[in-house]
């Protein structure tokens, strides 16, 4: 059904991507892995002709014997959505941020069929209530800075399945997702190939994902290291190996700690988003050096409430930093504390270089051009990346790479609270333990204060001291890693314990 032979992409002078040949058979699933940067995502955008600015593909992509490399550009949109479609890495970036969400999805009917308004809008219902936003009370009149990013990515997601494409390729379907969220997503999507003979390939780190399909390919350095149904659990290569050997992070035992004066306390905080409470009076403290996992549901408020304590929503309640009282947004709070976002490329100016985005956050400083440069390139090694990689500019990038460059912005001028919204949800496995045992070093070295959104209940349990969880607005049961998952009492943290379990 689909072919790839001696498939290349390249970008100037650099090969991204080089000789990949791979079929896919109909209905068949197929998972390609492999670490952030090893041309994962552009070897699936080849499979709709859909490069990169910048990028240049050669060699054959057939589906159903037709070729699109070369293939008009009038002609190839007639297939995407109808014959192939994709659910892309950063919804926020693939949505239309001015059309509301029923219209986005219906746009995708609307342009292949001549299916009347009224069945249209059937459709639409339907698919939102197959993806989960009707239960999370998502209607059609929403606009997707309304929704969470998980809420964002199932409404890529029913347009990518509205009209039943013969392949779906889904680019870290479920990266945003919480353990509830991504099962049902998962399983939707199998549903799809089981009952349709939809063809589908996932594009993941999530090693639990992979499993979901019949046939892993393994991808090291722009080139197929190896495939195999067995690929996962009897590697053959080296980057197979690696990948499974990096599933579990461990980090050394926290010494109990005498209780400190916290750096950071919020009271009471309250917000509401057009006409509607969104975050509904919650309290914390976060001391120096400790951790805070903030989980719950997609759209149980979590985004809201650390966006709003930077001064980036409107919100009601008191903040103090380190004993003093802050306004959100205050240049002193803005300067302490630093947040990654769940959706780097919304965060970033695609035309600055990747040295004026990471020292952002030192300019209104003293420190000279050569000075905040050394402090970017310290910033880039501690997140894995060398320095050459300061004159690019962020399309450059595969959507892990520019998620270390977030991270790296947010380290830059040593803040004393890092506020992260889902700060490893892009990253393979191995970058994953690397971030995650830099966020450790950090905690216990600099006292580095952490409140961190995760969905990856594994993360969650390895790195923090505490944890809240959420649901519709409020925080309604905290404790240790222990207490959560040993002994959850609210109905919300039992059903998130329980799908992350089950998760294989």
Do not use: C, W
Request: charged share 25%; hydrophobic share 45%.
């Amino acid at each position: 059904m689909l072919e790839l032979e001696r498939l290349t992409a390249r970008a100037g002078g650099d090969t991204l991507v080089r000789d990949i040949s791979l079929r896919i058979g109909a209905g068949e699933r197929v998972a390609i892995v492999g670490a952030s940067g090893s041309g994962k995502s552009l070897t699936a955008r080849a499979m709709l002709a859909l490069p990169p600015a910048g990028v240049r593909y050669t060699g054959t992509v057939r589906i159903d014997g037709r070729e699109l490399l070369g293939m008009p550009d009038r002609e190839v949109a007639r297939l995407r959505g109808a014959v192939v479609s994709m659910v892309f890495q950063e919804p926020a970036t693939a949505l239309n941020p001015v059309k509301r969400i029923g219209s986005q999805i219906d746009e995708a009917i609307r342009l292949h069929t001549d299916t009347p308004s009224r069945e249209r809008a059937r459709m639409v219902m339907e698919l939102l209530d197959r993806t989960g936003l009707t239960d999370a009370g998502v209607g059609p009149e929403r606009y997707p800075h309304q929704l969470s990013g998980g809420q964002r990515q199932r409404v890529a997601i029913a347009i990518a399945v509205a009209l039943s494409p013969r392949l779906v390729v889904a680019d870290e379907p479920t990266s945003a997702l919480d353990a509830v969220t991504s099962l049902r997503v998962l399983d939707l999507l199998e549903r799809l190939t089981a009952e349709r003979g939809t063809a589908l390939v996932l594009i993941t780190h999530d090693l639990s994902v992979a499993r979901r399909a019949g046939r892993v390919v393994v991808m090291a350095d722009g080139a197929i290291a190896e495939e195999g149904a067995d690929a996962l659990t009897h590697p053959r290569s080296e980057a197979g190996r690696a990948l499974a050997a990096s599933r579990v992070v461990t980090l050394p035992p926290r010494p109990d700690a005498a209780p400190r004066a916290p750096v950071l306390e919020a009271e009471n905080i309250r917000v509401a988003r057009g006409g509607r409470a969104i975050v509904k009076g919650v309290s914390f403290a976060v001391e120096p050096g400790e951790r805070i996992a903030l989980v719950g549901g997609s759209g149980s408020g979590k985004t809201t409430l650390v966006r709003a304590m930077l001064g980036l929503l409107p919100m009601e309640g008191a903040l103090t930093l380190a004993g003093t009282p802050v306004a959100p947004g205050s240049p002193i709070l803005r300067r302490d504390a630093q947040m990654v976002f769940q959706d780097p490329a919304t965060s970033f100016n695609p035309r600055h270089t990747v040295l004026r985005i990471v020292t952002e956050p030192l300019h209104a400083t003293t420190l000279s051009r050569a000075e905040r440069r050394a402090r970017a390139v310290e910033a880039l090694e501690r997140v894995g990346l060398p320095p050459e990689a300061l004159q690019r500019r962020p399309h450059a990038f595969s959507g892990g790479q520019r998620q270390r460059i977030a991270i790296a912005r947010a380290l830059v001028a040593g803040p004393k609270v890092l506020l992260a919204d889902e700060p490893v949800s892009a990253l393979d496995a191995a970058l994953r333990g690397q971030i995650v045992a830099l966020f450790d070093r950090l905690s216990r070295e600099d006292s580095l204060a952490l409140v961190f959104i995760a969905h990856d209940l594994a993360l969650v349990r390895t790195l923090a001291d505490r944890i809240m969880v959420m649901d519709d607005g409020v925080v309604v049961e905290e404790g240790t890693p222990e207490e959560i998952f040993e002994r959850p009492q609210h109905p919300s943290t039992k059903a998130l314990v329980e799908e992350a379990d089950d998760v294989p």
